[in-house]
């Protein structure tokens, strides 16, 4: 018996109470390997000696002081930290304590930085189907997840949106993929356009789109474009690295692969590594300096914002990645986590496509490989997929609506940065067996 509001009321879940490196163990005493980190946050595995004694140790120093009458120091080390690491491209950081916060910041961020500068007339946000920005109803509003908006469409805020870079579905026969990136982008103009001159605040993209597609990195040149746009009409350029960044995808912020910088990023999950909750919005000196010399208020907050102890968890998290060289780790074992699918899968009747970059891959399935054709849209393959995992003992996160919201399953994989080779095969081996099953138990 369970008094809580658990996310599926319908099902059982197993208790966990134990972590081992990549491993998960429950209370019978069962291992599950961590292909997901969850959902891409534990970058560290489950038992991180040094993060556990750093959040300790801040406890036994200060365990709390609201952010309207201090500052601390472990917080002021770690935006030191990441604004280092954004070679101060990004020159502030605005702390919160999860990914929908972190976006309804930079939401905030943008629309004020406009006011501030004498352009109240900008209400709009652009931004993409099939991605996701978090659950709080503005998160939701800019989200293009059609499953999780369904139930709240009446309630949520206006939005707009383009389409995604999804080169796999998307790309004509005779467009190259830099010719289909162009094309899709330039539908960010075509919109801003319609909107009106000077009504449009900022579009907003994950850098590389997570649950929403399974790891679907941009086309190249796509965000090059996106960012000439979004300078040719003053919009304001917001990219969330929620799932992405932190050194998921290899670097410590994705955007770095696409040679631009935006004007806000949303980073979160792998910052503090599950250690205790925490995320980010990192923004450039214009927007701060425009909110400062316009009377310096920053009409937003949260209880929580800058908790010491999830500040002393980041810290530690990020410190151990740079330490013990772990972005090396993600391109090296993301490399051959990649070769083993493709491997693996290579014949494969029901494996469409596998993408990705670093330790953040999608495997997408098909009923037919040839034509693309997606299982039937109320099988609940991701449903099985995730059950006979656990059953397997792989955590994975797949999903289903990869091609419009509906039609279409994934699965995303985001291991630990620790992950070693052996793991590599364990995970390719688990996964395998898994599509086989989930795939036979759907259509018996
Ligand atoms: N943005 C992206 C890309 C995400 O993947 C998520 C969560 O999965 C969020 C935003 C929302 O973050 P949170 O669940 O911490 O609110």
């Known amino acids: ?17 134990r972590g081992d490196g990549p491993y998960l163990i429950d209370s019978r005493g069962k291992k599950y390997i961590d292909a997901c980190c969850g959902a ?7 038992h991180n000696q040094y993060v556990i004694d750093a959040v300790k140790s ?22 030191a930290l990441l604004v280092g690491r954004a070679h101060r491209a990004l020159h502030k950081v605005y702390f919160s304590s999860g990914g929908s916060e972190a976006i309804e910041t930079a939401l905030k961020m943008a629309r004020q930085y406009f006011v ?36 709240y469409a009446p309630i949520l805020n206006r939005s707009h949106h ?12 005779d467009e190259t993929e830099q010719q289909y990136g162009l094309r899709v982008a330039d539908e960010l103009e075509q919109a801003i356009h319609a909107l009106g001159d000077q009504r449009v605040i900022a579009f907003v993209a994950e ?24 300078d040719r009409h003053g919009v304001l350029l917001i990219m969330d690295e929620i799932m992405c960044g932190m050194g998921r995808s290899g670097r410590h912020f994705a955007f770095e692969d696409e040679g631009i910088t935006p004007d ?32 310096g208020n920053f009409q937003h907050g949260h209880t929580y914002i800058g908790h010491p102890s999830s500040a002393a968890a980041a810290l530690a998290t990020q410190r151990y990645i740079d330490d013990n060289n772990l972005l090396e780790n993600v391109r090296a074992r993301g490399a051959q986590l990649f070769d083993a699918l493709k491997q693996r899968f290579a014949d494969h009747p029901q494996v469409g496509d596998i993408r990705g970059r670093g330790l953040f891959l ?12 997606p299982f039937a849209a109320d099988s609940n393959l991701d449903v099985a997929l995730k059950k006979i995992g656990m059953d397997n003992g792989i955590m994975i996160y797949p999903d289903a609506g990869t091609l419009d919201g509906k039609r279409g399953h994934h699965i995303l994989l985001a291991p630990p940065f620790i992950i070693q080779s052996s793991h590599i095969d364990e995970i390719v081996d688990k996964l395998d067996a898994t599509i086989h099953s989930a795939i036979a138990h759907i259509s018996p």
């Open 1 to 17: 018996m369970s008094y809580i509001f658990h996310r599926n009321l319908q099902n059982d879940y197993p208790q966990a109470v």
């Open 362 to 373: 999608g495997v997408e399935l098909v009923q037919d490989r040839a034509t693309k054709t």
């Open 162 to 173: 383009i389409s995604p870079c999804y080169a796999y579905r998307g790309r004509n026969d």
């Open 40 to 46: 891409a946050v534990s970058c560290l595995g489950h």
């Open 116 to 151: 501030a500068i004498g352009q109240p007339q900008r209400e709009y946000f652009i931004s993409r189907r099939q991605s996701y920005h978090g659950n709080t109803i503005a998160a939701l509003s800019v989200g293009g997840h059609f499953a999780r908006r369904q139930v």
């Open 207 to 230: 850098t590389i789109v997570g649950s929403t597609l399974g790891a679907a990195p941009a086309t190249a040149g796509y965000f090059s474009r996106i960012r000439e746009i979004c």
């Open 58 to 79: 801040q406890l036994d120093k200060l365990p709390y002081a609201h952010t309207g009458f201090f500052t601390t120091e472990v917080a002021e080390q770690l935006a």
């Open 264 to 295: 806000l990023v949303a980073i979160a999950k792998g910052l503090g590594g599950g250690y205790q909750a925490i995320a980010a919005t990192m923004a450039t000196q214009k927007i701060f300096d425009a909110i400062s010399a316009d009377g």
